[in-house]
């Protein structure tokens, strides 16, 4: 276990862990969260289902 407090294992965890760091702060910078393409409703008749409760409908 002494080769543990040798200086240079020390630093050379420090420098992966420091450049393991930077590398994911790298990739998550451009990744895009959530949905890529939104569904789009084919027709007002499913929004107006999904949001009766909200607004009063229009329709006779």
Do not use: C, Q
């Amino acid at each position: 276990m002494e080769w543990l407090t040798n200086p240079y294992v020390i630093i050379a965890i420090v420098v992966a862990v420091v450049v393991s760091n930077i590398m994911a702060l790298k990739y998550t910078a451009n990744a895009k969260f959530g949905l890529k393409y939104k569904d789009k409703p084919d027709d007002k008749t499913d929004a107006d289902e999904t949001h009766s409760n909200d607004t009063p409908s229009t329709k006779k």
